[in-house]
């Protein structure tokens, strides 16, 4: 998949997943920057990429089946081309029936691949894959001579009893719905339900077997931002800058076709961000990643990873510029909540306990999320929580999430925003 086509394709689920179908088709593809004609192809190659299951199925939701995220096909389209697709499956079959050189492996593509008058690969292609397959650790060559042999290294599968599957499977799916980031996690579970099904006969399987929990998977779009976050950890890493377009979200357009031809070029294309990347920032609140890095003057500059697009590695920057970049970035962002570089101030918070005392959830989840905030006074009923952070606006979300179980103390302003917007709920519900 070109890298184009799934920057597309990423902000088209994106957009529809958070509309659940409320656009017709050329309000989406408005939204979008895109052609009515290039959403019905981009509609056309999802449905290919999905195979036998209905597109608009995957947004509605029950319980119960939210325990598959539904954007995880889009990594797979991506994850190989399509010669691969139909190269790799036949090097790996062959290879779990016994053990075979390169020369024994082109054959068998041959054979397989003419049944379906697909063009054979050459042995250079064949050496390649299974250097690949090697280094990803999903085949080893055996010891000895030329010509090297190669098999599947699946002993981790094959040593394990079914029970053990069971218990690895169920393992690996509580972390990749509760641990971030995902997307690879979902892949080893996948395989893992495959290696479990090939131990069962197909009467006795039943997909409640390996359906213990069910998870209300709230930030699907989160998913969509991994595909961008290996690419700038690599680049931070690696110390060099990057450049994209950014689609801030409180731009009209998500997304902008690229136009060859520059008489229909869009009029306010998104101009590109040159940037030093230094930090990336997981908002557990919302599901968003953020991208934290300096302008070329070193001013800090902080982007929402979901507006992203066309992503490029750019040359190294200066290791000593590096570092003192990132140590400035670390000691304005010493108090952030999340990704706030203002001014610190004080927020002091009363917390009242539950009825039972047995069980005081209120302060056990206070004392886990509240960062580096202690709490300074405690009763029976009560206690005092204080912390330092860089502007109360990012703090709020958190604080107003404990409801009745929460009086701000201080600063005014905060406590002043809360009040009304309780005094504002309490309209919509006074009538009733």
């Known amino acids: 998949m070109a890298r184009e086509s799934f920057d597309k394709e990423i902000q088209f689920l994106r957009l529809l997943a958070l509309t659940g179908g409320a656009f017709d088709r050329q309000q989406f593809a408005g939204r979008l920057g895109i052609s009515v004609h290039t959403f019905d192809k981009t509609i056309r190659r999802l449905k290919e990429v999905n195979g036998e299951h209905d597109l608009t199925d995957l ?31 036949i090097l790996l079959s062959s290879l779990k029936q016994q053990d075979r050189t390169a020369a024994e492996l082109l054959d068998a593509c041959d054979e397989q691949l003419a049944e379906y008058d697909f063009a054979p690969p050459d042995e250079k292609t064949i050496r390649s894959d299974l250097r690949y397959l090697e280094e990803i650790g999903v085949i080893r060559r055996q010891p000895g001579g030329r010509p090297y042999r190669y098999r599947l290294n699946h002993e981790l599968t094959e040593c394990l009893s079914q029970e053990e599957l ?7 799916d509580v972390m990749a719905n509760t641990r971030i980031p995902s997307v690879q996690g979902y892949l080893l579970r996948d395989n893992l339900k495959k290696a479990l099904k090939a131990t069962i006969p197909a009467e006795q399987w039943d997909d409640t077997l390996l359906e213990p929990f069910g998870y ?38 998500s997304y902008a076709a690229r136009h060859t031809n520059p008489l229909f070029a869009p009029e306010q294309e998104p101009r590109r961000q040159h940037i030093l990347p230094l930090q990336v920032v997981y908002d557990h609140q919302y599901g968003r990643w953020y991208l934290i890095g300096t302008l070329e003057g070193g001013r800090i500059a902080k982007f929402r990873m979901d507006g992203m697009v066309d992503l490029n590695g750019e040359q190294a920057a200066d290791t000593e510029l590096f570092q003192q970049r990132l140590q400035q970035i670390q000691q304005k962002m010493q108090y952030s909540w999340l990704v706030d570089t203002g001014p610190p101030i004080t927020v002091k918070a009363r917390f009242f306990k539950p009825a039972f005392p047995a069980s005081d959830f209120i302060r056990e989840r206070v004392m886990m999320q509240g960062q580096w905030g202690s709490i300074t006074e405690e009763d029976q009923h009560s206690f005092v929580f204080e912390i330092v952070v860089n502007g109360w606006v990012e703090i709020r979300p958190w604080l107003r999430s404990f409801g009745s179980s929460c009086e701000v103390l201080e600063p005014k302003g905060l406590r002043q925003s809360l009040i009304e917007e309780w005094k504002e709920l309490l309209d919509y519900y006074e009538s009733v």
Do not use: G, N, W
């Not at 509605?60 to 499956?89: G, I, Q, T, W």
């Open 59 to 89: 947004f509605r939701y029950r319980y119960a089946d939210s325990a598959e995220p539904v954007l995880m096909f889009l990594f797979r389209a991506k994850s190989m081309k399509e010669s691969e697709s139909r190269r790799l499956p």
């Open 166 to 172: 069971i218990e690895l499977y169920e393992f690996v």
């Open 216 to 253: 209300r998977y709230h930030y699907d779009a989160r998913i969509l931002d991994e595909a961008h976050l290996y690419t700038v950890l690599r680049m931070i890493r690696e110390q060099r800058y990057i450049s994209f377009q950014y689609y801030s979200p409180s731009r009209k357009r």
